[in-house]
């Protein structure tokens, strides 16, 4: 399987990208905390190129905080400033406010030198759709002023919000790249919800979350899931949890579509707990 998902408006989305890179003093880029490096656009990358670039891992409450130190140090190993987020309740952001005031000081301190008027910084959010671009804006305005949504490609045109005096953000359509390479790339962001449902089969991604959860979370597959001998094949512990969940079909079969689209939710929602696939 190959996930190939770049829809028409994304073309314009890159092009606005692009255009609106000029205009602005950094770039905030968006990961989701649970699979950072499957979320970074190797395009879009090219794109920003030399400019400053804040790294924030998002949704940190749904990915286990070890893991999170873990990306975030490699990330400053990279020469990035770096901090986590969960923007839903704002737990991180002052520090991700700090990094921008960092960032910005040069400039400001070269418009304070040349007797110019401080202007605000200006910064642009990017990331991968679905990682919380528009909730994190939201959180940060205190006001619902980008419309968010638990499906990827929910902000069209661009939108710039006035979060502080001092800052103005520019809130941006999640953008993919043309081909995604490798088949687990592709997995990981389908689980996270990041490419189009349409672009693979959620029987797929179920089977890929259960060999993540037997390496990394095997007391989930006990615990929650309720499965006692996980020394079988994928595809029978699959059946076996939409049997103990009794998602069954007439006749008593098990209804897999069924049990592979719950599962994909509760492990979206955090419900099978903090989980990183990387
Ligand atoms: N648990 C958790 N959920 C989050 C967090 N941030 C965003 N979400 C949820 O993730 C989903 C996507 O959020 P959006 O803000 O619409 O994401 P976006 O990056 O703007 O998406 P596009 O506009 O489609 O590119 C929503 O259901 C949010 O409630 C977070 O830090 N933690
Ligand atoms: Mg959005």
Same mark, same amino acid.
């Given at each position: 399987? +190959?996930? $190939?998902?770049? @829809?028409?408006?994304?073309?314009?989305?890159?092009?606005?990208?692009?255009? $609106?890179?000029?205009?602005?003093?950094?770039?905030?880029?968006?990961?989701?905390?649970?699979? @950072?490096?499957?979320?970074? $656009?190797?395009?879009?990358?090219?794109?920003? %190129?030399?400019?400053?670039?804040?790294?924030?891992?998002?949704?940190?409450?749904?990915?286990?905080?070890?893991?999170?130190?873990?990306?975030?140090?490699?990330?400053?190993?990279?020469?990035?400033?770096?901090?986590?987020?969960? +923007?839903? +309740? %704002?737990?991180? +952001?002052?520090?991700?406010?700090?990094?921008?005031?960092?960032?910005?000081?040069?400039?400001?301190?070269?418009?304070?030198?040349?007797?110019?008027?401080?202007? @605000?910084?200006?910064?642009?959010?990017?990331?991968?759709?679905?990682?919380?671009?528009?909730?994190?804006? $939201?959180?940060?305005?205190?006001?619902?002023?980008?419309?968010?949504?638990?499906? @990827? %490609?929910?902000?069209?045109?661009?939108?710039?919000?006035?979060?502080r005096d001092d800052i103005e953000f520019m809130d941006t359509p999640g953008l993919m790249w043309p081909k995604i390479d490798s088949v687990e790339q592709g997995l990981k962001l389908a689980l996270l919800d990041i490419v189009g449902e349409k672009a693979y089969q959620e029987y797929d991604a179920s089977l890929y979350l259960l060999q993540v959860l037997k390496e990394k979370a095997p007391q989930v597959l006990h615990e929650k899931l309720k499965l006692d001998n996980l020394d079988r094949p994928d595809q029978e512990l699959l059946e076996d949890i939409g049997r103990k969940k009794g998602h069954l079909v007439k006749g008593g079969d098990v209804d897999v579509e069924k049990t592979c689209n719950v599962l994909l939710q509760d492990f979206r929602k955090g419900k099978l707990g903090r989980l990183s696939l990387e």
């Open positions: 399987m +190959s996930i $190939n998902w770049f @829809p028409g408006h994304m073309v314009k989305a890159r092009k606005e990208i692009q255009e $609106n890179l000029k205009l602005v003093d950094m770039v905030v880029m968006l990961l989701d905390a649970r699979a @950072p490096y499957s979320c970074r $656009n190797p395009q879009l990358e090219k794109m920003i %190129g030399p400019k400053k670039t804040i790294m924030v891992l998002n949704k940190m409450d749904l990915a286990p905080t070890a893991d999170t130190r873990r990306h975030l140090e490699q990330l400053r190993g990279e020469g990035y400033l770096a901090a986590a987020m969960d +923007s839903t +309740s %704002g737990k991180g +952001s002052r520090e991700v406010l700090q990094l921008i005031a960092t960032a910005f000081a040069p400039v400001r301190e070269d418009l304070q030198r040349r007797g110019r008027r401080i202007r @605000p910084a200006r910064v642009m959010i990017v990331g991968v759709p679905n990682v919380g671009k528009s909730s994190f804006l $939201n959180f940060l305005a205190g006001k619902k002023m980008a419309k968010t949504g638990a499906r @990827p %490609g929910v902000t069209r045109g661009k939108q710039w919000v006035r979060v």
